[in-house]
């Protein structure tokens, strides 16, 4: 059996409808260097959704290969179950340093997705601990995307990704999301206050009721990469903190340079309860992810034992010491980064093409969004903006198979193409990425006519 056999026999892909992938033609990544993959036949494609969004400095980095070889001659994993390593005592305190001053402490995990269940349940918890039984009630963004667990399910509001669990969710009421469209940092069509009125209203009534709100700030990445007006965060968070209920900051997409800062909520001066970070923090490297929090939700978990206070919450991999070793070495080139405004530089680059290109495919294509090194467009049929492609031709999905012959990578969500690449690109770099997406459109569209 060779290994596309073994793949196709064996393998189930996440997110995956495994009967069209088993359909079309495959390929096996065998190695990365900056933006690039190759794949086992020694064919090279640019990694324009960065690896599903994690990837900042390239694959294969001097730097950050050595940091992990380093702490691997060491020790590759340890538990952090009432032990700890150096290099988590160093990631935990600089994480806090990046934070709002409130928040001290950091609780690591493995993934996205569990970075955001701690929140929920140090949420949760604290409540229970200050004797309001009553605050279990969770608020969150339509159309967010918070993880794929039970947890993060109920919180978010995926529609037909998620609908079919709706039975074991746990109820949480959705409010309206912001919009507004943004193009080389102007922002238009700005949709503010709905969702503010309705927070307010949701708040001011049920505020006893409620632990937390969760949103994503920003960026709303799984739902398309829909933005937010920037000043919506501050204003959430003001009334969060006027009706005493937590706020988390899900920061697991638009964290660790996506935007060009490290985090949102440090840029945006807000004092969240809880913030959540993964995919960016280890550069795409290593799964890590941690929950930061202040020392006054902390504090409230102490006691003796026997009061069961604890944060009965842990995994496997929590904290692993490979996973600190790079985040602590791809946080310290990522800072350069900015100070030297060297990521800013990249990210007008990508602006500036954007806007060609958007100009370029503007007949079969709308809505387009730019913000920091994230950019969208929605495709329609030509000429036809009411209209959409029927959902079975998956032309979204076409026009990704169509790119890889031009040496591109990447995952539509429909047909919203969503251009995401390691922050490492270079401007050439930059222009052979839409200039391949434009003809990768236009023989797609070719090829229906055909
Ligand atoms: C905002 C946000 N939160 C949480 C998650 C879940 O992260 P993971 O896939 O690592 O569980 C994602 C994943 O895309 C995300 O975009």
Not at 142 to 152: P, Q
Not at 301 to 326: I, Q, W
Request: proline fraction near 4%.
């Amino acid at each position: 059996m060779n290994i596309d056999e073994m793949d196709a026999n064996h393998s189930w892909h996440p997110f995956t409808q495994m009967q069209e992938y088993l359909e079309k033609p495959r390929i096996q990544i065998d190695r990365g260097l900056g933006s690039w993959l190759w794949d086992t036949n020694g064919k090279k494609y640019m990694d324009a959704s960065a690896s599903i969004w994690t990837n900042v400095h390239g694959h294969n980095h001097p730097e950050l290969n050595k940091a992990i070889t380093d702490q691997l001659n060491k020790v590759a994993h340890s538990t952090m179950l009432g032990v700890t390593h150096p290099l988590a005592s160093k990631l935990s305190q600089k994480l806090t340093q990046l934070s709002p001053p409130a928040l001290t402490r950091c609780f690591f995990s493995d993934n996205g997705s569990n970075a955001v269940e701690i929140a929920l349940k140090m949420s949760f918890q604290y409540w229970q601990l200050k004797g309001k039984n009553e605050k279990v009630e969770v608020l969150g963004l339509e159309d967010a995307y918070h993880g794929d667990t039970f947890g993060t399910m109920s919180v978010g509001d995926c529609g037909d990704f998620h609908k079919r669990f709706q039975p074991w969710f746990f109820s949480s009421n959705k409010i309206p999301r912001p919009t507004c469209d943004e193009l080389s940092g102007v922002e238009t069509n700005i949709q503010l206050d709905l969702s503010l009125n309705a927070l307010e209203t949701k708040l001011s009534k049920d505020h006893e009721k409620i632990a937390c709100f969760i949103m994503e700030p920003s960026v709303q990445g799984s739902a398309g990469m829909q933005l937010h007006p920037k000043s919506y965060l501050k204003k959430a968070s003001q009334l969060c903190k006027k009706y005493k209920v937590h706020l988390i900051v899900d920061e697991v997409f638009v964290g660790f340079g996506r935007l060009g800062s490290l985090l949102i909520s440090t840029k945006e001066e807000i004092q969240p309860d809880f913030i959540c970070c993964a995919k960016g923090l280890t550069a795409g490297y290593i799964p890590l992810a941690a929950t930061l929090t202040t020392e006054k939700i902390f504090s409230t978990f102490l006691g003796k034992f026997s009061e069961f206070k604890t944060l009965f919450h842990g995994h496997t991999f929590t904290g692993n010491p490979l996973g600190c070793a790079v985040a602590l070495k791809s946080i310290e080139l990522l800072e350069n980064k900015i100070h030297t405004t060297e990521l800013n530089g990249s990210i007008q680059c990508f602006a500036k093409h954007f806007m060609k290109f958007k100009d370029q495919v503007s007949f079969c294509s709308k809505h387009a969004r730019q913000r920091g090194m994230v950019a969208a467009v929605d495709l329609h049929p030509p000429f036809k903006a009411e209209e959409k492609f029927p959902l079975d031709l998956r032309f979204g999905s076409q026009v990704c198979l169509e790119a890889r012959k031009h040496n591109l990578l990447l995952r539509p969500l429909g047909d919203s193409l969503l251009i995401v690449p390691p922050l490492c690109i270079t401007k050439d770099e930059i222009s052979e990425l839409f200039s391949n997406l434009v003809l990768s459109i236009n023989k797609t569209l070719s090829q229906l006519k055909q």
